[in-house]
């Protein structure tokens, strides 16, 4: 089974700041940075979205866009 990337490893390696992430894949900028500080975890369904981003994250945000 694939392991759920943590939130700020993923956002790094996909390369933009916190609030260009935030912005991009609709998710609350003080959402992220709980998440990022450790204040907070994301739900199951969130960390189903995250390893959809981490995988395809050029779709998703396609998908976003037609949304």
Request: charged share 30%; hydrophobic share 30%.
């Amino acid at each position: 089974m694939r392991q759920i990337p943590r939130v700020k490893t993923l956002r790094r390696a996909l390369g933009p700041t916190q609030e260009e992430f935030a912005t991009r894949y609709h998710i609350p900028l003080g959402t992220l940075r709980d998440w990022e500080q450790g204040r907070t975890e994301p739900d199951q369904p969130t960390r189903a979205y995250l390893t959809v981003i981490a995988c395809d994250p050029d779709g998703v945000r396609r998908a976003l866009r037609k949304a």
